[in-house]
């Protein structure tokens, strides 16, 4: 791999490799740009399968990150961490602390929270060494787990997307498919059994599935057999990637709309969707009630300010989407515009200006 032709390519600002034999940590943090603030994203922990696998995984999803925290109005860049390791298999103390001081060494350029494979407790260990984590256990006086409140924002907008889609936003008598049933996809399944949407769950945790069917009356299938139900929305909680030339001609949903990083495999298969006449609630604007709780945390937790600031996920997507026919282009599309013109409009307004304390975001 060129890794410098990849940090070219999407401009990427810093890529950090950390090892530490001791405790057997592979890590790679991703900066991809730090122009509204410090890079913000979580850290996932996951077994790739090559290194190569690793570092593409950390590049896009640390350049989601600049896009989802510059989408959200947060005065945050964006960055993520891939770990590679089991982790259910390779985790201690020390790998985490070790983690800890390499994100103190960067001084504050990257600031952590939890991802796919990561807990509160890992924040925690980390948090022994840098004050630069969030999502650290509420005892801290911080917000704790970010995936109920993805969960929520993610249920906003799916209901944002079901007005797109049908006209109204009620999700009342939907089937909905659920792909993946973590921490996310969980309560998220609480919030759409609630409304009494139909629920279509699979993952390839078994407890997972049956968690789902025992707790909400969802009807388990197959993790390949999830594309082609017959539904009205689709809603991708696992991993990336998952929306491309194979599962798209599968789909008969008239919504996709989950809490996943990265779903579309290429930007192309955005414009497919649209094609299809397909309505999507771009990944990085609908799964952004997480980011927008952690970063609460810089300014001193207040959960009711958070939970006013995920709730604009809603009008959020439906402006993308008024967005997207005004300009007569896909929906990715004009989330990605919303996300790039804040960027340039603050970095024009910051040349104007010396920094000064005001430009630092402080800590708790
Ligand atoms: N946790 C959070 O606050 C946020 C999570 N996200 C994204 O949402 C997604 C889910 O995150 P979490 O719920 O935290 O992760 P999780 O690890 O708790 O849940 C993911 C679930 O997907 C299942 N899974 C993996 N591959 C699968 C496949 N091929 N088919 C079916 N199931 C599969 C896993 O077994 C697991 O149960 C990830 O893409 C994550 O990056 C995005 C923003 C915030
Ligand atoms: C889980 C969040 C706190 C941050 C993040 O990494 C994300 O939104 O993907």
Redesign the pocket.
């Known amino acids: 791999m060129k890794i410098f032709d990849k940090m070219e390519e999407h401009d990427y600002e810093q890529l950090v490799f950390c090892q530490d034999k001791n405790s057997g940590l592979k890590a790679i943090i991703c900066i991809h740009d730090t122009t509204l603030g410090p890079a913000?994203?979580?850290t996932r922990m996951w077994n790739y399968d090559t290194e190569e696998e690793a570092i593409e995984d950390a590049i896009r999803?640390g350049r989601?990150?600049t896009y989802?925290n510059a989408a959200a109005g947060l005065n945050l860049g964006g960055g993520?961490t891939v770990i590679i390791g089991d982790p259910l298999k390779d985790k201690n103390e020390e790998m985490f602390r070790a983690f800890g001081r390499f994100i103190q060494g960067l001084n504050g350029r990257y600031i952590t929270?939890?991802?796919v494979g990561t807990t509160v407790a890992d924040m925690d260990l980390i948090h022994e060494e840098t004050d630069f984590v969030?999502?650290i256990s509420p005892a801290f006086g911080s917000s704790g787990n970010?995936s109920p409140v993805?969960a929520y924002g993610c249920y906003i907008g799916i209901k944002a997307a079901a007005l797109e889609a049908f006209g109204d936003d009620s999700l009342e008598g939907k089937t909905i498919t659920v792909q993946g049933v973590g921490n996310v996809a969980y309560t998220l399944c609480e919030y759409l059994h609630k409304e009494g949407a139909k629920l279509i769950v699979t993952d390839i945790n078994k407890e997972a599935v049956d968690r789902a069917v025992n707790d909400f009356g969802a009807v388990a299938v197959e993790p390949d057999d999830i594309y082609s139900q017959e539904a009205d929305i689709f809603a991708p909680c696992a991993m990336g990637a998952i929306i491309n030339d194979d599962t798209i001609p599968q789909l008969k949903v008239k919504a996709v709309a989950g809490s996943a990083?990265n779903q579309l495999k290429e930007e192309r298969h955005g414009d497919e969707l649209e094609a299809r006449g397909i309505v999507y609630a771009p990944d990085f604007v609908i799964?952004?009630g997480?980011?927008i709780?952690?970063a609460d945390e810089l300014y001193g937790y207040n959960n009711e300010r958070a939970m006013k600031r995920v709730e604009t996920i809603y009008d959020s997507i439906t402006r993308i989407f008024e967005i997207s026919k005004r300009d007569g282009i896909p929906s990715y599309q004009a989330a990605d515009r919303m996300a790039e013109e804040r960027i340039e409009r603050v970095h024009k307004s910051r040349s104007q200006f010396l920094r000064n304390e005001h430009n630092i975001i402080s800590r708790r």
């Open positions: 913000l994203g979580g999803l989601g990150m989802k993520k929270a939890e991802d969030t999502g970010p993805t990083n799964n952004s997480g980011v709780n952690v």
